[in-house]
């Protein structure tokens, strides 16, 4: 079991305690590990975690961190695609798997930072964000619905 899947487990466990100040250090000890491996995750329980406990500040500085971790353990990545040129002859061509936008950052994570934008009334921002989830992941149509839902 990955230090990551240790880590969310005690987080939720001690938090269904009531233990929320070790749930917050387990979450923050989770967030280091690399991305790949679950950190992402962890970040994104330690800012929903924070709002919770009605810490918008720190909320928000958690998923700028996790943004910030991300970045920090991005590596490019490049994989060929297939592709039909003018004479329908397929050719392969190399493309980045990221689209620069919040590089390393999933689209579940900037979706759910959208979602706590919202409820906390930056709409602007929610926007914002769950424009660059689409352009991670264009096929994720639940973007918008979330937007214009009521909080």
């Not at 490049?78 to 039909?84: E, I, K, L, S, V």
Request: net charge neutral; charged share 20%; aromatic share 10%.
């Amino acid at each position: 079991m990955s230090c990551v899947c240790v880590c969310m487990y005690v987080c939720v466990c001690v938090y269904a305690q009531g233990l929320v100040q070790i749930a917050e250090e387990w979450f923050r000890r989770g967030g280091r590990s690399p991305p790949k491996d679950g950190g992402l995750l962890c970040w994104e329980g330690l800012a929903e975690l924070l709002a919770f406990q009605g810490r918008q500040g720190d909320a928000r500085a958690a998923w700028r961190g996790g943004v910030t971790h991300a970045q920090r353990h991005w590596h490019p990545v490049h994989t060929q695609y297939p592709t039909h040129n003018d004479n329908g002859n397929i050719e392969s061509r190399d493309e980045s798997d990221e689209s620069g936008v919040y590089v390393g950052v999933t689209s579940r994570f900037l979706r759910q930072w959208a979602l706590f934008e919202k409820k906390s009334g930056w709409v602007d921002e929610a926007a914002r964000l769950f424009a660059a989830s689409t352009v991670k992941d264009p096929q994720v149509s639940l973007n918008l619905v979330l937007l214009v839902s009521p909080a």
